[in-house]
């Protein structure tokens, strides 16, 4: 089992819908919990880190964390196409950040 | 925000060189970089973890007589690719995270990536 899992997509949305990308993990001690984008050729860039049970929002993202799920999601709200990317789950053990081999997202003009 | 740089942004070299990777905090101070390597189509895999005045910390399968790394101070941390072969051909990137805030559980810091460097072996 894959420490880090995400389904590679590719996940096609059309512009304005809810894009729910879903990760799971096998650590259960892991404390912190990181979303990020990567768009073809560049390096991630941060888009939400959560900790605590529950949802996180900031601005059209949410973050949903379920540690007894060991679960963790991102809901991008009305997606746009420049939204179109990797996103990649990554959690953090004790000393490094493991990450999953991401999701592709296409939001469809 | 902070900032993290490297250089230089891509390097085509013949096969048996070494090239050398820089990456560089540019607004606060790294105790810790990671150096990642990613291949076509793949996630981020972690190569090292470099502390600032200690020795690297590679992972399993990661020759550290090839991949060398040295943290020399708290914003620069180098990565020398040494008798690069085709294969040793990805995308290298590194990141940074802040010396710790006492202020802050050290589990919620987080890390800066840089913009990555293209290494391309002939």
């Known amino acids: 089992q894959k420490e880090v899992e995400q389904n590679s997509g590719p996940l096609s949305v059309p512009e304005g819908a809810i894009a729910s990308l879903n990760c799971t993990y096998s650590d259960r001690g892991s404390q912190s919990f990181f979303w990020y984008r990567q768009y073809s050729g560049k390096s991630p860039e941060l888009i939400m880190f959560?900790?605590?049970?529950g949802d996180k929002e900031d601005g059209r993202f949410t973050a949903q964390l379920n540690k007894a799920s060991q679960y963790v999601s991102l809901l991008i709200r009305d997606s746009q196409p420049s939204d179109s990317a990797t996103y990649l789950c990554a959690v953090k053990g004790t000393y490094k950040y493991i990450f999953g081999t991401g999701t592709r997202l296409k939001v469809l003009a | 925000g902070a900032v993290v740089s490297q250089h230089p942004s891509w390097v085509i070299c013949k096969s048996g060189t070494s090239v050398k990777i820089e990456c560089r905090s540019l607004d606060f101070q790294a105790t810790t970089m990671f150096w990642y390597r990613q291949f076509p189509k793949q996630s981020l895999m972690l190569m090292a973890t470099s502390n600032e005045g200690s020795k690297a910390t590679y992972e399993q399968g990661v020759e550290k007589d090839k991949f060398l790394i040295n943290h020399a101070s708290l914003t620069l941390s180098t990565l020398t690719v040494t008798s690069a072969h085709p294969e040793d051909s990805s995308f290298y990137i590194c990141s940074a995270r802040a010396a710790t805030d006492p202020r802050v559980p050290s589990s919620y810091n987080e890390q800066f990536f840089g913009p990555g460097t293209r290494l391309t072996v002939l």
């Open positions: 959560i900790y605590s049970n």
